[in-house]
Structures are given as structure tokens and as C-alpha cells.
């Protein structure tokens, strides 16, 4: 690598060599305020008019060839890693020619200013490369996995966590992160569950401006905030029997009312860009639906950001049997609205043969262009194409010790107390030795879970045991054996099973530490069963054998069937893959320093034959009767009841929460009115503690069928021991809108149910009619 020049001032704007528009750029560059982590200010101001900006970006593209403009259209991988086929080589030598306009997989502020000054001195035109990343649960700091966090139902931790991830993605040469993920997941098959919010629309929602607000703060022109992407656009989480990248096939209903509105969310509160999805939908391919990424998002949600494939989606259109060849698939997929390619090379293989054909629109070309270097120059890269590669900047920020200190609080946050028999947990204080077993107890490399990058899965992440090790009072021993193996092919072993009996034997209490390797969740990571892999069930059940008290603490990115461990064993914590402190954390919570106060965003299925199973199905023609579970003719299995092991929403806590009947300050609301929902909650446990106080409703008779249950609001308060608080929602017709039966949005008069409680499955009533 050549030395790197240090002197780039004077190589920014002035060797730009356009005219006219230096001097209208606004200052942009606000330096990032340290700790200053939380922005609630609107994040959609980026799109307010800038005729500064207009000009500037008219001005450039007058001056750009096709073959550039083409270039600002392709994003390619650098050398360091790649997350599939590394398509084309030499891409330095590209971005030199003015090839491509963004890259990805590069960071750091040495290597991303190495690359920049390639771009900014060498490139006729000296535009500045956009570089992307996938910054998805923290940079180097890992946060708990996606899922996890969404377990927290913290919309400010959630938000903080997406601030710190951007604020050291940005001191690492980042300008873009590929997150947040908003599909919505209803199958735990699918091994992409673990990146995003779980399996509601509403909750997902929420999760999903928090996270763009986090991302890109309130002002794009800040260095520490990174362009957001919502992705992957649309209904990717519902492939086919879970199996990753498998067809999708649902209704345009089921699209409108389950999929879209999170991306809406997302758009809404101003995600910069959008990923288009590998699936079909409704038999075209997302990268080729001018459906997704015209009429829908351009024209009816009014995005004006830019819109970028997920990894060779285009070239993988031939493969659907949608394009004959990946020059249609270019054609295709620009003219159905793409901006810009992921690691395809298709459009700078044939797009430009495909305008001189006229196949393609030299306008929608420019179109692309222009959105793409808005983002650029809302960044402040036409400014000062270095501003995020600064060495000092990012030696001063990664790992800094406050976003290790906000790792470990999300993380206690994400847990969910599954189990509590006989108050097992917290430990007490006469457990003077305990025994921590289990592939995941040690295991760092598991710790932080799937797609976190740039994390460190060598020495960082603090394991389980350290966590364990480094609280444990004194004159408490802390064992460990490993005991057993989550690999597959280990199913049929027990050779670490005498030891960690042994262990166990002399040990007050066990922590099995069990769960899946961190790889099997995330892309390309589905499975067809949800028990736990390799030989630690028959383990757990030996361990149960002793008679001491087991403690499972399951790490996994997905819900896993745990029936037989629900039925013997004395408390089940589910700490996801929890980050990079994710060891202490745990402890926090073993120990009782964290009363755990986390709610699931996933049904957990007692088996995976019930999957798809989630709170907000119908009620079907056919109903179970409650009183008469057993009878015959109606919509259940002969083997294994309706209900789902663990609900949505569910999650336990070391102190008890009563709920008061539900008030309604009026019986039946007009359109435009609104009706508040009161409930007063009750701390009546022996400690202070959260509780995820959440609403639901049910619309009882519509033009089209409803749902069950829809979650419709929530509130997490803390609660003091014998505290009690009112805790009241508000609901308008707006909030019980959904695609009527002629395909409107908007909500229909009519009876409703409306339930607060802990949980999808429990809670206290009313109801209340929508009138004319
Ligand atoms: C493929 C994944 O589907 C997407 O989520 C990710 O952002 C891209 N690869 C880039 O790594």
C-alpha cells in the first residue's frame, strides 16, 4: 500500500475543479459532542429543500459521463471480507478509472482514507466514495443481537445503542450502515430472525425509527451519524418453510397490513436508503419490482433517498428465470426503480449499452445519480471527503469505556426470565459453589453472536463464566467443564459428560450454559429443527439427575423448543447473544444486581411442527373452545396443543406486577376522537422492578377477517417495591386502521375488545365501539 497522504485539505474542494457552487455549500461539519449519544430530534430533515445542494449536484452531473454516472451507481466489495462471492477483482484499479462510487467491507480510518485519496486525487471528477458497512448490532462495541435488544422493549436503550454503533462506525471511516433489518419474522426457522425486531408490525415499527433515529441523529451533516438503511425491501422474513432465500408467496393484504410498515416507519422517520430483498414477490423479484420501489415507496411514501440491492440481487434474477440475462436483470431492475448495485457489477457491465439501446432512460439514470450524491454531500463528503477518517478521532472513540458500560446495560435489558420455579433465581446467597456447564459458558466467540463485523471474537467478549468469576462473592467457587458440543455431528457423544457430572455433584447450584453456535443464525443459517443441537439436551437431562438446582441460561438468535427443559427445569434465562460484555451482564442478572425485565418478541413454539405460530393469527371458522379442548372438527393438532410454550410478550421478573381492572374514559369513540385506556399497576414483589405494560386489541367483525390480537401500544415503567402507577394509552381510529376489503387503508366501525397486560396472553379487559 502506498503511504498515505496526510495532506488532504488542500486536496478537498479546491481540486474539485467544478465552478459555481463551492460557495454555497453550507458548513456542515458540527463536531460530535462527546457522550452526547441520545437524539430525539426529527430525523427527516435531511429531506427539506436545498437549493444550495441542487445546484452544487446539477453543476457536477453536467460535467459526468455516462460511464461515471454508472460508476456512482455500483458499490463493491474491498478485499478485506465479503459475505458472499467476491465478484470482481482489481476494484482499486476501479475506483481509480471513476468505476465505482461506493464501497463496502472497508473501514478504519487509515484504510478508508488510503482508498479516499485514490478517489479524490486520481478520479477525473474527484467524487468522493460513499463507504458502507454491516453495522448491525455495534461496530466494535457489539450490542446484543437485534432480536435481543427488540427483547428489552426499550425504545431509548435501542436508539442509544444504534447512536454509539454510528458514532464508532463514523470514527472508523463508516458513512453507511446496511441496518436497521425491519422484516418482520413469524418463523423461527428462518435464520435471519436474529437480525431484526421479532415478529410484530407495531412493536418492529417502533424498533425500527428508533434505530434509524439512532443511526443518523438529526442532522446528516454531523460526522458521527452514518446513513441508515431500512431493509430488506419487502417481505424477505416470510420465505417459504423458513429456508433462507426460498420464495416468498403471501397476499397483498398480508403485505400492506404485516410486512410494509415497518420500512414505512423506517421511511418516515427518514432512513436514508432502502436494500432491496432476494426473494419474489408476488412472482417478480424485489430488485425487479417497480411495485416495491416505484409505485410503493418512491410514489406513495414519497422516499428520496436511494435505493441499493442486497448482494448481487440483480445477477440473481436470471436465476429466478425472471431476466434472460444480467443485461435485462440491469434493464429490469433500474427501470423498476434501483439506484445502485450491490457487488453485481451488472449495471457496469451493460448499463451502458442498455441506454444507447434504449432500453433504459438516460433520466432515470440521472435520477439514480442524484440521489446517490445528495447522500454524499448531506455527509459533508464534497466538503471534506476525509472528515470520517480521522486516526485520532477513532483511537478516542472505539471501545470507549462508556459504550462498553451501555453494552452491558442493554444486555441485562434484552434478557427474558423464561422460568422461575421456586424462586431459583436470583442466587442465593448460600450457593457458595457453583458450576458453570455447557458449550457457551467459555466460549467468547459465541458471545456476540452473527454479523457483528468488525466485532472481536478473540479476546474482547467477556464469557460467561468470567462474568460469573469476576461477581461471585468471596469464598464462592466458581467451576466450569465444558460438558458437552452443539455441533451436529456431536449428537450421538457424551465424552465430557462424566466431568461435568462430577463438577455438578459437588457443586449448590448448575448453570447450563446451552444454546446454538453463534453461526447458526443469521444468513444462510436455517434449520429445520429448534431443539438444541449436538448432545447438550441428553447433557441438561443428566444434569437435572442430580437433584441440584439447574439454572439454563440459553444463548441463541432464535426461539428454541425447549419444552422438556420448561417441564424439569428450575429457571430458564434467555440472554440471546448478549454483545461483547455480554458475560457480566448475565451475572447481573443471575446474581440479582438486575431485576431482568425483558419481554419476548417471538412466540416460542413448544414444537416446530406449530410453526408458523404467532399471537396475531385469525381466529379461523373453527376455533378451540376452551371448555372442550379436546373435541374433534375444529382447528388444533391431535398431539400437541394450540398455544405456544412461551407467548409473545412474555417474560418474568424476580418481583411480581398486579394489574387493576382497565377504565375507559368513554365507551365508544367518533373518528378523530380519541379514547383513553387506563390501568393502575401494582409492584407487589419484594423489589423494585420494570414491567413492559402493553395494549392490545381486537377488531371483533371487519370486512375482512382480523386478527386475534394486535399490539396497538406499550410502556416500560419502573416500578418500586410496593409502588403502583396508572399507566393510560391513548387510541384513535388511526390506530386500527388496516387494508379493508377493498384494499383502502383505514379502520371500519364496529365493536372492539382491548386487553392490557404482561403479555399476549394475559391481561385485563374491555371493550368499546368505533362509530360512523
Ligand atoms: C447480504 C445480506 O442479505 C444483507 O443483509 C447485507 O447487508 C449484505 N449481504 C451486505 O453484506
Known amino acids: 500500500m502506498p503511504p498515505i497522504s496526510r495532506n488532504f485539505a488542500t486536496i478537498t474542494l479546491a481540486s474539485l475543479m467544478l465552478t459555481g457552487a463551492f460557495s454555497a455549500i453550507p458548513a456542515q461539519a458540527k463536531s460530535a459532542q462527546r457522550g452526547d449519544t441520545q437524539v430525539t430530534v426529527d430525523a427527516s430533515r435531511w429531506e427539506a429543500a436545498d437549493p444550495a445542494m441542487d445546484r452544487f449536484i446539477t453543476d457536477l452531473m453536467s460535467k459526468m459521463t455516462l460511464e461515471e454516472k454508472i460508476g456512482q451507481m455500483s458499490l463493491l466489495t474491498s478485499d478485506w471480507d465479503s459475505t ?38 486520481e478520479t477525473r471528477l474527484k467524487i468522493p466514495l460513499l463507504f458502507g458497512y454491516d453495522v448491525i448490532h455495534g461496530h466494535r462495541t457489539i450490542f446484543p443481537i437485534s432480536l435481543g435488544e427488540s427483547a428489552s422493549w426499550d425504545l431509548k436503550a435501542i436508539e442509544k ?88 408467496d403471501i397476499s397483498e393484504r398480508t403485505l400492506r397490513d404485516v410486512y410494509l410498515p415497518p420500512f414505512k416507519a423506517a421511511a418516515d422517520a427518514g432512513a436514508a436508503t432502502f436494500m432491496t430483498a432476494f426473494n419474489e414477490y408476488d412472482g417478480v423479484p424485489a430488485s425487479g419490482s417497480r411495485y416495491l420501489l416505484t409505485d410503493v415507496l418512491r410514489h406513495k411514501w414519497g422516499f428520496k433517498g436511494f435505493v441499493v440491492t442486497d448482494y448481487t440481487s440483480i445477477n440473481e434474477m436470471v436465476a429466478h428465470g425472471y431476466s434472460r440475462n444480467l443485461k435485462e436483470a440491469g434493464e429490469q431492475a433500474i427501470n423498476a426503480g434501483v439506484d445502485m448495485d450491490l457487488q453485481g457489477a451488472v449495471f457496469m457491465e451493460n448499463l451502458a449499452q442498455s441506454v444507447a439501446e434504449g432500453k433504459v432512460d438516460m433520466q432515470r439514470v ?137 463438577l455438578a455433584e459437588k457443586s449448590d447450584v448448575i448453570i447450563a450454559a446451552m444454546g446454538e453456535h453463534w453461526n447458526m443464525t443469521g444468513e444462510a443459517a436455517s434449520r429445520t429443527s429448534l431443539d438444541l443441537p449436538g448432545n447438550q439436551q441428553a447433557l441438561l437431562e443428566a444434569l437435572e439427575k442430580t437433584g441440584k438446582p ?122 378523530g376522537e380519541t379514547l383513553t385506556a387506563s390501568v393502575t399497576v401494582t409492584n407487589k414483589g419484594p423489589r423494585d422492578g420494570e414491567e413492559v405494560v402493553q395494549l392490545y386489541v381486537r377488531d371483533l367483525v371487519g370486512s375482512v377477517t382480523r386478527p386475534v390480537k394486535e399490539l396497538k401500544g406499550f410502556q416500560k415503567i419502573h416500578l418500586k417495591k410496593g409502588e403502583s402507577r396508572t399507566v393510560r394509552f391513548q387510541l384513535s381510529d388511526a390506530d386500527l386502521a388496516f387494508t379493508r376489503a377493498d384494499m383502502s387503508w383505514g379502520s371500519e366501525p364496529g365493536a372492539f375488545k382491548l386487553w392490557v397486560g404482561p403479555s399476549s396472553a394475559a391481561g385485563v379487559e374491555a371493550e368499546f365501539e368505533l362509530t360512523e
Open 84 to 121: 458472499g462471492p467476491t465478484m470482481r477483482e482489481g476494484y482499486q484499479d476501479d475506483i481509480r478509472k471513476g468505476r465505482i462510487g461506493s464501497i463496502f467491507n472497508a473501514f478504519s480510518a487509515n484504510y478508508t482514507r488510503e482508498l479516499q485519496r485514490m478517489a479524490v486525487e
Open 161 to 248: 445503542a444504534a447512536r454509539i454503533s454510528a458514532t464508532e462506525a463514523s470514527a472508523e471511516g463508516i458513512h453507511w450502515t446496511f441496518s436497521p433489518m425491519v422484516d418482520i419474522s413469524r418463523d423461527p426457522r428462518w435464520g435471519r430472525v436474529s437480525e431484526g425486531a421479532g415478529e410484530d408490525v407495531y412493536l418492529g415499527s417502533r424498533i425500527a425509527e428508533a434505530r434509524v433515529r439512532g443511526y443518523q441523529g438529526d442532522d446528516l451533516g454531523r460526522v458521527d451519524t452514518v446513513l441508515a438503511t431500512a431493509k430488506h425491501f419487502a417481505a424477505y422474513g416470510a420465505a417459504q418453510a423458513g429456508r433462507d432465500y426460498h420464495t416468498v
Open 366 to 502: 440521472d435520477a439514480a445519480v442524484k440521489t446517490i450524491l445528495e447522500m454524499k454531500y448531506r455527509l459533508g463528503l464534497f466538503e471534506d471527503p476525509y472528515r470520517y477518517s480521522d486516526e485520532a478521532r477513532e483511537k478516542a472513540t472505539v471501545y470507549r469505556a462508556d459504550f462498553l458500560e451501555a453494552a452491558r446495560d442493554v444486555a441485562r435489558k434484552s434478557m427474558v426470565l423464561l422460568k422461575n420455579e421456586g424462586n431459583a433465581l436470583p442466587l442465593a446467597a448460600n450457593a457458595r459453589s457453583i458450576a458453570v456447564i455447557g458449550p457457551l459458558a467459555d466460549s467468547k466467540e459465541d458471545m456476540i453472536g452473527s454479523w457483528a463485523a468488525a466485532g472481536d471474537r478473540k479476546t474482547r467478549p467477556v464469557t460467561l463464566l468470567e462474568g460469573m468469576k469476576a461477581r461471585a462473592p468471596k469464598g464462592t467457587t466458581v467451576g466450569y467443564a465444558k460438558g458437552a458440543s452443539y455441533d451436529f455431528a456431536d449428537a450421538d457423544k457424551n465424552d465430557g459428560f462424566a466431568e461435568a457430572l462430577a
Open 550 to 671: 439447574v439454572i439454563l441460561v440459553l444463548l441463541s438468535g432464535r426461539p428454541n423448543t425447549i419444552e422438556w427443559a420448561d417441564q424439569h427445569i428450575d429457571a430458564i434465562l434467555h440472554a440471546w447473544y448478549p454483545g461483547t460484555m455480554g458475560g457480566h451482564a448475565i451475572a447481573d442478572v443471575l446474581f440479582g444486581d438486575y431485576n431482568p425485565s425483558g419481554k419476548l418478541p417471538m412466540t416460542f413454539p413448544r414444537n416446530v411442527g406449530q410453526v408458523p405460530i404467532h399471537y396475531d393469527m385469525k381466529n379461523t371458522g373453527r376455533p378451540i373452545n376452551p371448555n372442550d379442548p379436546n373435541a374433534k372438527y375444529v382447528s388444533r393438532y391431535l398431539n400437541t396443543p394450540n398455544s405456544p410454550l412461551y407467548p409473545f410478550g412474555y417474560g418474568l421478573s424476580y418481583t411480581s406486577f398486579g394489574y387493576s381492572p382497565v377504565t375507559l374514559d368513554k365507551p365508544r369513540i367518533a373518528p
